[in-house]
């Protein structure tokens, strides 16, 4: 039975880009139709992506932080794992989070169906479920489908041995060994979630540093506590082969240093990026315009090649992150409402929640050096911080790029305990304009992390009274 529809705003996708749009384009007075296949709200982000993922983190750091207590003088007993219930506790933290936000979408009076969205030309959507269609015409559409795992090819089909971070996450048991494909974000967090549960991980990355992203500085503490948990860390290193075994493991051919290798895994875990779910949305039958990487082409209003279509999130662009669509979300809304709104962030940070997290905003040393950049570098070691050796972290550091024309902050790095959340006054200042002077003036509380970047601050302004540093 087909039925059709019309709405104000109809937006494709229920992730933190998706409802985000929907619910300020609600706020903004307009009638809402949400989309999603997924019966719950939240996108990968919340039922795949980064709540569960950070539900699992938060266990794993809470054993590794009590076995470090012993030496401390404090001794707990080994671990007892019990995985039904980790996943059930997982699970039950999702739940929560999609149940408020189908309540914030009811009370919104934003109508959510369920079922896969498909352009049927630039006016209309077919949204499909089970033997039901139906037909939504819109004034403005927002488009936050999202993206999915990228895949090696010629991998073994149906393969349940064979992990995404989807089935990663669905914790369906802690093997003995498992071998990550993958030395990016979603490699290392699985990755040490796995060996923190008890399996020998191994990692394989093509490129020769772990996270490429970052500077090797503020991922050097990371890779020293990984090469401790994992078995093997393999980098520059590239699969060329994965294959059924005759036992139920997964037999797999590594180019190391040119030599193949080969080796057998109860499991492998594929994390080698993610790409934008832009093939599912039958774009054929528009006049939508699509770059060569796959992604839906935007102007910075968020509008597509078609006037009343604005598409936002892991589908219209890197970086692929969740607080990034967010933004781009509530901008689409805004400007399909006939507000003045744009994205135009000066940076957007990025975080690795392992233990140390590893967080970076605006401009990276490597960067700049790669596209000639002028920049002052500031430090403040974390071995200086009483607050940090007191919590056993001295390994981390704040780093601040400045900018030497006028003192104002290019690019903050962080690692350590809580980096992720220690960034945002990085981000703050780069949004701000903020020079070395404002952060070091500043008065934060003592002794926490956050003052490490005040002090960082004051090491450029060198007024520095907590290191001494030889007068040039
Ligand atoms: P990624 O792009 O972060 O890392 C993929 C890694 O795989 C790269 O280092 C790449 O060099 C390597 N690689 C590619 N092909 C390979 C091959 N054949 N053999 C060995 N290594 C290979 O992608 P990842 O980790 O899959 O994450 C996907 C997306 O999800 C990212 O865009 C990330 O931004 C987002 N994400 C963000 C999180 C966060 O903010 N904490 C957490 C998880 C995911």
Known sequence: MSKSKHTEILVIGAGPGGYAAAFRAADLGKKVVL????EHLGGVCLNRGCIPSKALLHITKVMDEAESLSKMG???GKPKIDVDTIRQHKDKIVLQLNNGIASMAKARKVEFIQGSATFIS???VQVSHEDKNQTITYDYCIIAAGSSSSMLPNIPKDNKNI???????DLENIPKDMLIIGGGVIGVELGQVYATLGSQVSLVEFLPNLIPGADRDIVKPLERKLKKQFKTIMLGSKVVDIKEGKSKKIKVTIDRDGKNEFYEYEKILIAIGRKPNTDLLNLGSTSIAVTDQGFISVDSYQRTSVNNIFAIGDISDNPMLAHKATHQGKVAAE???GHPSIFDPRAIPSVVYTDPEVAWCGLTETQAKNEGTKYTKAEFPWAASGRAIAMGANQGKTKILFNPENNTVLGVGIVGPSAGDLISEGMLAIE???????????VHPHPTLGETVALASEVFDGTITDLFIPKK
């Open 122 to 124: 630039d006016s209309e």
């Open 35 to 38: 989309v999603d296949r997924d």
């Open 432 to 442: 701000m304009g903020a020079d070395a002077e404002d952060i070091a003036l500043t």
């Open 74 to 76: 404090v001794t707990f």
């Open 335 to 337: 400007v399909a409402c």
């Open 163 to 169: 992990l995404t971070s989807r089935t990663a996450l």
